[in-house]
């Protein structure tokens, strides 16, 4: 018996003078002839309407996918069987047409078959349709440039997955057969943005840096408050415009959870930490005509101000809290002072803070207070940290600023404790893994603040060189091997011995000992003694 032989009636039928029902009766009885003989006679298919043999759907396609066939051309509902990977789909009548029912289609190929009685005797159909569910988006990985000449073009390079079509700024690149791809941005290209589109429409993105190390800063920290002051603002101002200074560092948020323009981050506004002491968008622009950058310092887990109005509403988890559910006293800081670093309230409000002063113009966003209270860990709870540590919690932080932060093409620093070179779990900062996720880290290494006898000191106060350089060092070697620059703090005031302009200058060369020619001078009161500071070479 031959099987599967199929014989179209419209040419087995055709007869130029001989049209329509003598042409049917015809085709009938070639019909009935052949299977007489033990043929099998397939008709044309109605047709899959709505899914096309061949089509990747992703995720979005998949959940509203419809497949129809034409009822008349199907033979009537009684007459379809479908099924879907085997699994029999029901049928259902719609008007002039059938309704596949399909399933929730999960990841991967299908088959949809199709089968009916046609119209004609003796005659059947079957139809394959087979398709593909791909609802997970291309992999892309792309490794941050090397740049060691900002006047040089920059090399982008990186993997995606194989069935992918990548494009860099709007540019498709060629990639090769395990995904690789590798392309060149002109020199000054701040932020390259790289897609990864698969043949089902799925996207993965990314933004990368394209600047690469910071350029050296030489900057003085003044308060929001005091930036509306006409003498300590100009003081500043002229210690730039004498080429002794290149940045100022204006606080964005300080230890008391005050913002220090009129912020429209909705939880600044809530909780009453928008205080509007100066207009963010004129200061940017004033020291920039000076010619110097901006810094906005934003003390991130240090808010009083979020902490007692989270804890007074209700929302103890944004509180750093006690073994038995009290906020933690912060010692000298007093309670409610910490907020806890592992809420996602909280980490999103010093996110939203960092992107909205980028979009004001700062050039940097700089961390401080980015850790958990110094003393003992068994006394503290963070509601929310799960398996992590709390050294894994705040990198983990600072790494999703990183992210928010690149389409603006900002730098992120990170103000840590000197002790935390060598002690990353006193207070949560892992140098080592901070060095990974920014820009520059800038270590708090003022001589008041060790303790007699650190790195052989006997008296750091008195030794600010020696302290100064000793303790960079350690910060040198963890950051060895990767582009981000240390940028220590460094100490204009007294606080036991005096300091005059040979302190404040020994310790700009304990930096320089350690290749280190960027920092951020700190005097509470925002007066500095320009005395010792040299002029920054222009060439």
């Known amino acids: 018996m031959m099987t599967s032989k199929y014989i179209s009636p419209s040419a087995s039928s055709y007869h130029p003078r001989r049209p329509g029902r003598r042409r049917a009766l015809i085709a009938t009885a070639v019909v009935l002839a052949l299977a007489g003989a033990g043929w099998t006679f397939l008709a044309p298919g109605p047709g899959v309407q709505g899914l096309a043999d061949g089509a990747v759907l992703d995720g ?37 047409r059938l309704k596949l029912a399909l399933p929730r289609l999960t990841e991967g190929p299908h088959t949809l078959v199709v089968k009916g009685e046609s119209g004609l005797p003796f005659a059947s159909y079957r139809e394959v349709v087979k398709f593909t569910v791909d609802a997970t988006a291309p992999d892309l990985k792309v490794t941050d440039p090397e740049i060691k000449n900002a006047a040089d073009p920059v090399t982008i390079t990186g993997k995606a997955s194989t069935d992918a079509k990548v494009s860099v700024d709007g540019k498709e690149v060629p ?26 429409g799925n996207t993965t993105t990314k933004a990368v840096s394209a600047r690469g190390r910071r350029p050296m800063i030489r900057a003085a920290h003044i308060t929001a408050i005091g930036w509306g002051n006409d003498t300590l603002r100009g003081g500043i101002l002229a210690l730039i415009r004498s080429g002794k200074l290149n940045a100022v560092q204006l606080d964005v948020k300080d230890e008391d959870g005050e913002v220090g323009y009129a912020s429209q981050v909705p939880l600044a506004r809530q909780i009453g930490a928008a205080k509007g002491y100066y207009d963010a968008r004129k200061a940017v622009a004033e020291i920039h005509a000076a010619g110097a950058q901006v810094i906005g310092r934003i003390v991130a887990f240090r808010d009083p101000k979020l902490g007692s109005a989270a804890w007074k ?34 980490r999103k409000y010093n996110q939203d803070l960092a992107v909205e002063a980028a979009q ?127 940028v220590p703090w460094l100490q204009d005031f007294s606080m036991g011995s005096k300091y005059g302009p040979t302190q404040v200058a020994e310790q700009i060369k ?10 951020i001078l700190w005097n509470a009161g925002a007066r500095y003694q320009g005395a010792a500071l040299q002029q920054i070479a222009t060439h």
């Open 60 to 96: 979005r396609k998949a959940a509203q996918i419809s497949a129809y066939l034409d009822a008349e051309s199907a033979g009537g509902q009684d007459k379809v069987r479908a099924t879907l990977d085997g699994a029999v789909v029901p049928v259902k009548a719609e008007g002039a």
């Open 360 to 486: 004001l113009g700062f050039d940097d966003i700089l961390y401080d207070y980015v850790r958990r209270p110094d003393g003992p860990l068994s006394k503290m709870r963070f509601p929310g940290i799960g398996s992590a540590t709390p050294e894994q919690a705040i990198t983990s932080f600072v790494a999703d600023t990183r992210v928010a932060l690149r389409p603006h093409a900002k730098y992120l620093g990170v103000s840590v404790f000197g002790i935390a070179a060598t002690r990353p779990t006193e207070i949560a900062q892992d140098i080592g893994a901070l060095v990974k996720v920014s820009d520059y880290i800038a270590p708090m290494v003022y001589p008041s603040h060790w303790g007699p006898g650190e790195y052989g000191v006997a008296n750091p106060d008195t030794a600010p060189y020696a302290i100064v350089q000793r303790s960079l060092a350690d910060f040198a070697r963890q950051a060895k091997g990767t582009q981000t620059e240390i």
């Open 510 to 519: 304990a930096a320089a000992a350690n290749k280190m020619n960027s920092f």
């Open 175 to 200: 990639i090769d057969k395990a995904g690789a791809f590798k392309i060149t941005v002109p020199k000054g290209t701040p932020v390259v943005t790289i897609t990864a589109v698969d043949r089902a």
């Open 313 to 346: 509403s209700g929302k103890h988890d944004q509180v750093v809290q006690t073994p038995d559910g009290q906020p933690y006293n912060g010692g000298h800081y007093g309670n409610l002072s910490f907020t806890n670093f592992a809420d996602p309230t909280v």
